[in-house]
């Protein structure tokens, strides 16, 4: 009789455990603030709305005028870099090549580079890095654009800092983050590009967020 | 008797000497290869990566070890001045630039240089420093 209470007992506490492991979910980044919202219903109540990337404009690989919308119903990878970086970019695009390759066929993933040396790094020489990287095709787009709006998205929007620097050895700093953008275009994660565990993590957390869309 | 054992110790003494002379050169392959391995992390493997295997059609690899070989003169001053040629590596041209590192010491060309042709596959053996110092007031 004892053992039974027993045995109840550790599967009551078993099941406990079980029921407290929840789906992992992807944490959100950035400024919220709470609004005050309509639902289908019509009822209104309240909710927490998360920082967004802003609509964007710029240059691709192509010299085709590549906006937000080409991310539509994606999820992606925003990173800043240059091309005559000798110092983190090499290894962040090395470590972004494994991603690349993991999700080349998966159509709802998507990656985007942007450089932030707008004196040199006009389209055409953002293809020829991107063929010699090993990169063709859309799904990994290089974005061209002005100071002003790649610096101010960076900073700004990706929370990535970036900047020149006539002291730096290629004139440039900038932080080698990855950052992981879902379907509504908001901060999902930021991986350090140079890391090799933090891009492992960047694996395994992509399939989780697009896991989230699959309802 | 006693002449053979005195040709003996001398014998083993002259052995004794050119041992310990390959050791002395051991000892520095040693640390010339634990010494480059760090300069090597520090200013190499972002563009040539952990293995030599290089970055796609950017960077070449380190393991063309015939390249090595026939550039061996001139491997200090690629190292030193950087690079701004096409270099052919593995039979596929390579011609992206490589930055030049003023400010290693010709004894940390040395090193990395000697770490360089002694991993990644190849084993090109030990280069003192004089030479490597005589090789980068040859550059052109």
Redesign the interface.
């Known amino acids: 009789m004892k053992n039974i209470s027993y045995i109840t007992i550790l599967i009551s506490v078993g099941l406990l455990f079980a029921s407290c492991k929840q789906e992992r979910k992807l944490p959100f980044y950035g400024e919220r603030h709470a609004e005050t919202v309509k639902d289908a219903a019509g009822v209104e109540k309240i909710d927490t709305v998360y920082q967004t990337i802003p609509a964007w404009s710029f240059l691709n690989q192509d010299s085709i005028v590549t906006t937000n919308k080409s991310t539509d119903g994606k999820v992606y990878v925003a990173d800043f870099f240059f091309t005559?970086c000798?110092?983190?970019?090499?290894?962040m695009?090395?470590n972004l090549?494994t991603v690349y390759n993991d999700f080349k066929s998966n159509p709802d993933v998507m990656f985007v580079s942007h450089t932030i040396d707008f004196k040199y790094d006009k389209p055409h020489v953002l293809k020829k890095?991107a063929?010699?990287?090993?990169v063709d095709g859309p799904k990994w787009q290089f974005l061209y654009g002005t100071k002003d709006s790649v610096y101010t998205l960076a900073e700004k929007n990706y929370l990535v800092a970036v900047g020149e620097d006539s002291t730096a050895?290629?004139g440039y700093i900038h932080q080698g983050y990855l950052v992981l953008i879902d379907k509504d275009r908001r901060i999902r994660g930021a991986y350090d590009g140079t890391k090799e565990d933090q891009v492992e993590q960047l694996k395994k957390d992509i399939p989780v967020l697009l896991a989230e869309y699959k309802k | 008797m006693r002449k053979y054992i005195i040709n003996s110790v001398f014998s083993l003494f002259i052995i004794g000497i050119i041992v310990s002379c390959q050791n002395q050169e051991t000892i520095d392959l040693q640390n010339y290869m634990s010494n480059g391995k760090d300069i090597y992390k520090a200013k190499c493997q972002n563009c040539h990566g952990v293995n030599g295997e290089g970055l796609g059609k950017l960077a070449p690899p380190l393991t063309d070890s015939v390249f090595l070989k026939v550039n061996k003169a001139r491997l200090a001053c690629f190292i030193k001045n950087g690079a701004n040629e096409s270099l052919i590596i593995h039979g596929q041209e390579y011609k992206e630039k490589m930055p030049a590192f003023p400010e290693l010491a010709d004894i940390d060309v040395a090193q990395v240089m000697v770490f360089i042709t002694n991993s990644f596959g190849n084993k090109q053996g030990f280069v003192p420093y004089s030479k490597v110092s005589k090789d980068l007031q040859d550059c052109k």
Not at chain 1, 86 to 91: A, D, F, G, K, S
Not at chain 1, 131 to 134: F, N, R, V, Y
Request: aromatic share 6%; hydrophobic share 20%.
């Open positions: 005559s000798t110092t983190i970019c090499p290894t695009h090395r090549m890095y063929q010699k990287l090993g050895k290629d």
